[in-house]
């Protein structure tokens, strides 16, 4: 399958650098999150009153650097279909995939503290979504990763941003929210 979909494809610079524009968005949304929590650390004085939609991020965000290292310096389980610079690359599982498939699932959990219109809230879940499935399709259609790389980078960004749902939960019944 994995040779099928690469020759089929081949290799295209131009979606690789459309998925490195997608992860630097994922990226954005992140550092917005990160941001509205240090100013509610800092007006707030308290890493417990800072909201919980934020604070739970945090072990899914550790959980997908030591994926991230794990795959990429000490179980490599596959290379890249393609040579950089004259090096084979670990290439499971797809990084871009799987950060933003995190990040943005995250993020689809935490909006509803942040938007109460429930339109705009599904239109941005669904423009997340969206962006989701086309950086998994751009890794791809690049030539950068074998289908079964971005098949594992979903796998693993969905099984994180449950995690970050679920702590999510716990946090809140805690709390008593």
């Given at each position: ?9 081949g ?137 079964t ?26 709390k008593?929210?």
């Amino acid at each position: 399958m994995n040779d099928k979909i690469f020759e089929f494809f081949g290799i295209n610079e131009t979606w690789d650098k459309v998925s490195d524009i997608l992860l630097v968005l994922a990226f954005v949304v992140l550092a917005g999150f990160a941001l509205m929590g240090l100013l509610q650390l800092i007006k707030r004085k308290s890493l417990k009153k800072v909201d919980s939609e934020l604070t739970a991020m945090i072990p899914s965000l550790i959980l997908t650097a030591v994926i991230y290292f794990v795959f990429e310096k000490v179980w490599i389980l596959n290379f890249r279909p393609v040579l950089i610079n004259g090096v084979a690359e670990p290439s499971f599982p797809s990084t871009h995939t799987l950060v933003t498939v995190t990040i943005l699932g995250m993020a689809i959990l935490a909006l509803p503290k942040y938007i109460k219109s429930k339109k705009v809230r599904v239109l941005i879940d669904l423009l997340m979504i969206a962006v989701m499935g086309f950086v998994a399709f751009c890794r791809v259609a690049s030539g950068m990763h074998w289908m079964t790389d971005v098949l594992g980078g979903m796998i693993f960004g969905i099984d994180l941003a449950l995690l970050y749902g679920g702590i999510l939960r716990i946090v809140k019944e805690r709390k008593g929210e």
